[in-house]
């Protein structure tokens, strides 16, 4: 059995639990390697991976004897075996933030036991990064910070939003990345406006503000990066660009092991209130296998920063229907700071169509 | 108010609901037209979509007076306010089947009202595609028959399944497509026999096997395609490839309006069970805003099927570590028969790399 899972083990015992049905992709991908559907069935005596035929294949080829994980197809299974699994057991764990109203009532009914919230016990796991993981995330930002360079020198006239979205991808995907981390926003104009904003067939014009957030997913880890670059010869919102950057360096300047993320945010919030912009969005996140990790960087979040977590930063400012900016980072919480892992330049930069 | 929300009133009105609270993007979109983060309330008297401010830019443009919808951004409402909405009311229905366990409870909390399954009450109500709907299906189906006919061409020798993968949706872009319906099964020689393959370093080879199973996204709507083909002059696997042709011209063949689902997949069942090939998943399902809606097609299946659904079709045989075969195309159910929506060729097909 892996450290993961020993480590779970001890942490449901530790809440009075006699095992755990874990159903959300992420946490059976963190526990047992696997990347396919299906639940997987923490027992006192036993560990068994509930899958499908069009799985049956993959999962096999995966879990060896050391894992300690039998595949099961779900058709081979009676009701009988479902009530045997957790037979003698008083308290079971789910994943009520991932588990539907519909299946934890097919869960009571299938495993007859007594079925109790865990609070995000193994994202709790995920908070801290492996040095094995760590590094994973590096390499997603390396090549996030390579696709940047690319894209912002080989933008040609007329290209629009979805077309400079694509080529991100095509070049993460050339740089050994296995995909997106999540939909590239590419936003110009009064689009930027709208922090989520999708890519649409506008052309990026002379005299766009131009917003680009990305991530790159490489073996299964997240990186998250946003630059806002100014097309052409234009100084126009450098104070507004001027107090986004200056937010982003005095939040991660507290940025370390053991800092109070409620006192950092807080404080970023004063400097919004005071400057009047509105605040359109949270400061910032947790990321690795999946891009939105716990903690979240909220005022309201009491646990501290700690070594090895990986956080992205960031601040924005928007007015609606004119433009937006925004300005992020991954970095890797460190005993004494943090280091930033993507790394391009994030002076106030003008581009030049190709 | 739209039609769509009108026949929904009066579908709660006869489930003796007084409103409901619709979570599941799809649902949201299909009502609304919005594609935003969001809830969407239906009370006796309003309809509102909480949002927050990231979306509510976007979505007060996609609104309009007609839709008589009101975006509220969820900072600026109280917990009185939520209350407020369900006031008087004694049964108001939940998407169980989207909602977490953890959504349930918190919506118990906020609402205050008595929370009740709607047994997929949207869902049915996407079973039936309109005009609008089935037209815009029609154009991801011809994009996805293009983007076919371009890839099995512009193969060259050296390309791995991830770089066909990517090919095929760069193309379907190119074509107008928004994106992909789901992610591309490129699986060749061996991998082809997990039917949920993810695209690998693996070049493609002279003598593999090749499937593809892809679908391309059309203003929100889904196609669903797959062709397997022979890469060289070979014609192994011939007789497999002839039973996985037949069942689906078999089944489809019985394909109309009223049409018995659990008798033709019984029928197919039996023909498997005959030929000594194991079924590894379902030989259908429907779609459109969502690459699997309702009604599955499954022996299960009680409803017959009705003029103007869209289905997919998708028998397969698979060998484990040999090879896999899949034939997959997108009908439209019609009064008479069934029109296929994806027109490309299905004879056994050998394919020269260039």
């Known amino acids: 059995m892996n450290d993961r899972l ?33 639940v997987l069935i923490i027992a006192p005596k036993e560990m068994i991976f509930i899958t499908d ?21 779900i058709r081979s299974l009676s009701s009988y075996d479902f009530e045997n699994f957790f037979m003698l057991c008083e308290n079971v764990g789910i994943e009520e933030n991932y588990v539907t109203y519909a299946d934890y009532k097919n869960y009571l009914e299938k495993y007859k036991v007594n079925l109790v919230e865990t609070d995000n016990i193994i994202e709790k796991q995920r908070v801290i990064k492996s040095e094995d993981e760590i590094s994973k995330i590096r390499t997603a930002c390396t090549i996030t910070d390579e696709t940047f360079d690319y894209i912002i020198h080989n933008i040609k006239k007329g290209m629009t939003e979805k077309e400079v979205a694509f080529e991100i991808q095509r070049y993460m995907i ?5 995909g997106l981390a999540f939909d590239t926003i590419v936003a110009s104009g009064a689009h930027a406006s709208m922090p989520h904003a999708i890519p649409t067939d506008k052309v990026i014009e002379e005299g766009d503000v131009l917003l680009i957030d990305m991530g790159a997913k490489y073996q299964g880890y997240c990186s998250d990066f946003t630059r806002t670059v100014f097309v052409g010869n234009t100084d126009k919102y450098k104070e507004e660009y001027d107090f986004v950057l200056n937010q982003q360096k005095q939040i991660s300047f507290g940025f370390r092991d053991n800092a109070n993320i409620k006192i950092l945010i807080k404080e970023a919030e004063r400097q919004y209130q005071n400057a009047q912009y509105s605040i359109m969005h949270a400061f910032g996140h947790s990321l690795g296998l999946y891009i939105h990790e716990e903690p979240r960087l909220r005022s309201n979040v009491d646990n501290p920063l700690k070594e090895n977590m990986v956080v992205a930063l960031e601040p924005g400012v928007y007015v609606a229907g004119k433009m937006g900016i925004r300005i992020e980072d991954t970095f890797l919480i460190t005993k004494n700071g943090c280091e930033a892992l993507t790394k391009s330049p994030k002076e106030y930069t003008n581009i030049e169509l190709i």
């Open 6 to 38: 020993k480590y779970l083990k001890t942490q449901l015992s530790a809440a009075g639990l006699d095992g755990m049905i874990v159903s959300n992709p992420f946490n059976v991908k963190y526990l047992t390697g696997l990347d396919a559907e299906g």
């Open 53 to 73: 035929s069009r799985y049956i294949e993959e999962v096999t080829n995966v879990l060896t004897i050391d894992s300690e994980i039998m595949a099961v197809d």
């Open 174 to 178: 050339s740089r050994g990345a296995d």
